[in-house]
């Protein structure tokens, strides 16, 4: 069975100050994972996706997670936050032969002046 | 813009109605979910389809179905509705099933408000 785990569902941090977000995941096989994104009353918006390419994995926005099998984790980061990031994240996992997404319970990035 | 058009984007309906939810996945993309975002609940996959036909399903309930239609658009309908149906209903497609790893793009959501 899949599923993540957001292990902090606020975190606040000052501009240009470094962003961690971090994600745990549970996969039988070898998972697919991204981070989506969900500023107010928006869409989800795909950040970034590893498919078991390079372990480190380049988004939109600066953003950047690392792969990680032996801690099985998928943190989200970024070096200098903006206020623009400011918004709701949400990890996510999938695996060969499933037919859907499994989300997790979001962070949601407060970023102050 | 993820190219997934849904409407209405908002709507506001009494207990015991019924309303359809329309989606327009991306151009090309043959697989189509419906997900419902409430507070409480998160984001929960309700149902998936593929080239016309459903492929899985999640925490769908009886008094909700779904389609895709030969032009690969698809609705939601939602019936006897309750006020813990209020939430957030996203469509999204992609060009073949999530477990492929393919992305899977969002459209901004249809807001439905049960009082």
């Known amino acids: 069975a899949q599923s993540v785990t957001q292990l902090d569902s606020h975190v606040s941090v000052s501009e240009g100050t470094p962003v961690l977000l971090r994600c745990n995941y549970s996969?039988?096989?070898?998972?697919?994972l991204f981070w989506y994104v969900q500023h107010p009353n928006k869409g989800l918006q795909l950040l970034l996706k590893y498919t078991s390419a390079a372990t480190l994995v380049k988004g939109i926005n600066g953003f950047e997670a690392e792969f990680k099998k032996s801690e099985t984790s998928f943190h989200l980061t970024k070096p200098s936050a903006h206020m623009s990031d400011a918004a709701e994240y949400f990890c996510v996992v999938t695996q060969t032969g499933a037919n859907n997404l499994f989300f997790g319970t979001g962070t949601r990035l407060t970023v102050i002046p | 813009d993820s190219g997934v058009t849904q409407t209405p984007k908002h709507l506001i309906t009494a207990t015991g109605q019924r309303v359809t939810l329309r989606c327009s996945p991306r151009?090309?993309?043959?697989?189509v979910y419906w997900y419902q975002q409430s507070l409480d609940q998160g984001l929960q996959f309700l149902i998936q389809?593929?080239?016309?036909?459903?492929?899985a399903k999640g925490n769908i309930l009886e008094r909700f179905s779904a389609q895709q239609f030969p032009d690969l658009h698809s609705e939601l309908n939602l019936s006897s509705l309750e006020l813990g149906d209020s939430a957030l209903y996203f469509c999204?497609?992609?060009?073949?099933?999530?477990?492929?790893?393919?992305?899977?793009?969002f459209g901004e959501g249809s807001w439905l408000t049960v009082v």
């Open positions: 151009s090309g993309d043959l697989s």
């Open positions: 999204a497609s992609s060009v073949s099933p999530a477990s492929s790893g393919n992305t899977i793009y």
């Open positions: 996969s039988s096989y070898s998972p697919s």
């Open positions: 389809y593929y080239n016309g036909e459903e492929r």
